[in-house]
């Protein structure tokens, strides 16, 4: 069983920095793209950025400049480091990953359960 946590969620006031981390543990074999995404209150899910398991990072345009995305293979795990933070970035924020739990399998989209960002004015 393949499962993705999510931490660090925090309060933060307009203009403080988060680093969120999630973590791949279970049965995994090889990690593809990892990718993170957010949920504010009464809006869809939305893409934040997603790397790939050769570390190249692509942003959405809401937050160019002043997330980044980076990865540990070494220990299975994705990072997102928010800085100049707004309060429209409040949401929950999910993470992904594609992973293939054996070498016969092909690769299946696994969710966190997401962690809560609240950035107040």
């Known amino acids: 069983q393949v499962q993705l946590v999510e931490s660090g969620g925090a309060l933060v006031q307009t203009g403080g920095s988060l680093r969120l981390s999630c973590a791949a543990s279970g049965s995994i074999f090889s990690i593809g793209a990892m990718g993170w995404y957010r949920q504010g209150p009464g809006k869809q899910r939305e893409l934040v950025g997603a790397i790939t398991s050769g570390g190249s990072a692509n942003y959405a345009v809401y937050v160019k400049g002043r997330f980044t995305i980076s990865r540990n293979n070494a220990n299975n795990t994705v990072y997102l480091q928010m800085n100049s933070l707004k309060p429209e970035d409040t949401a929950v924020y999910y993470c992904?990953?594609?992973?293939?739990?054996?070498?016969?399998?092909?690769?299946?989209?696994?969710w966190g359960q997401g962690t809560q960002v609240t950035v107040s004015t």
């Open positions: 992904n990953a594609q992973i293939s739990p054996s070498w016969y399998r092909p690769p299946t989209i696994y």
